[in-house]
């Protein structure tokens, strides 16, 4: 199957810092999303985003289809950016798979 | 729109017992996905369905675990019985195939403790 490849495993930050979060994967997908998890566990669905360039705020994402990667920039992070950022990739409506997790630490 | 409504939000039970978790998706949806997160193999697929009808449960663990879509509108995931390794957050989540856009939006979870 699929194998989804998130770098890196741990990233610590101070607050007003920037930074970039990168999916791999092994196939040919038409359906890539972004979520992070916050400390009370609760997955939030940040981007749906198979291919190009998305903002939201000071979130961004990027999909390069061809190549097989996708990118979260994160811009003058938040102690509440903190928490495990996951990629999940898939064909269409079906099932995702999901990438092991970025686990952001963002220091006041 | 409430978003997902999973029940309960938590729930310890003694191994042997039957457990039954249950979801509402987003009203309109027409997939509906169960997963399991534990610390050791992270977020995996149960089963999913669309318009209700099962499409694949091949991440159903064994036979003790089953999961019914009786309509639009409910969900269950029950096992039965239940063991110690059964122990994680359960997470329903739902999605609209519409105009190509597949964004899923996941309920708050089942944190299952089986002693």
């Known amino acids: 199957?699929?194998?989804?490849?998130?770098?890196?495993?741990?990233?610590?930050?101070?607050?007003?810092?920037?930074?970039?979060?990168?999916?791999?994967?092994?196939?040919?997908?038409?359906?890539?999303?972004?979520?992070?998890?916050?400390?009370?566990?609760?997955?939030?669905?940040?981007?749906?985003?198979?291919?190009?360039?998305?903002?939201?705020?000071?979130?961004?994402?990027?999909?390069?289809?061809?190549?097989?990667?996708?990118?979260?920039?994160?811009?003058?992070?938040?102690?509440?950016?903190?928490?495990?950022?996951?990629c999940a990739v898939g064909q269409g409506a079906q099932k995702l798979v999901f990438g092991q997790g970025t686990r952001l630490t963002i220091n006041p | 729109d409430a978003g997902v409504i999973q029940s309960p939000r938590h729930e310890v039970t003694e191994m042997g017992q039957e457990v039954t978790l249950r979801c509402k998706p987003i009203s309109g949806h027409d997939y509906l996905f169960w997963y399991r997160q534990t610390m050791m193999r992270g977020l995996e697929l149960l089963i999913y369905f669309n318009n209700n009808v099962p499409i694949d449960d091949s991440g159903m663990p064994e036979d003790r675990f089953s999961a019914k879509m009786p309509n639009a509108s409910f969900s269950t995931l029950k096992i039965q019985p239940s063991e110690p390794r059964d122990s994680a957050v359960y997470f329903c989540a739902s999605s609209l195939a519409r105009f190509r856009n597949y964004g899923y939006t996941f309920g708050s979870g089942t944190r299952l403790t089986v002693v």
């Open chain 1, 1 to 86: 199957g699929i194998q989804v490849e998130q770098s890196p495993p741990d990233l610590i930050l101070q607050e007003g810092a920037n930074s970039t979060l990168r999916c791999n994967f092994s196939d040919s997908v038409n359906n890539l999303q972004w979520f992070h998890q916050n400390p009370w566990g609760q997955l939030i669905n940040l981007f749906y985003i198979p291919s190009g360039t998305k903002q939201n705020g000071r979130l961004s994402a990027t999909t390069v289809a061809t190549e097989r990667y996708s990118l979260l920039y994160i811009s003058s992070s938040q102690t509440t950016d903190s928490g495990v950022y996951f």
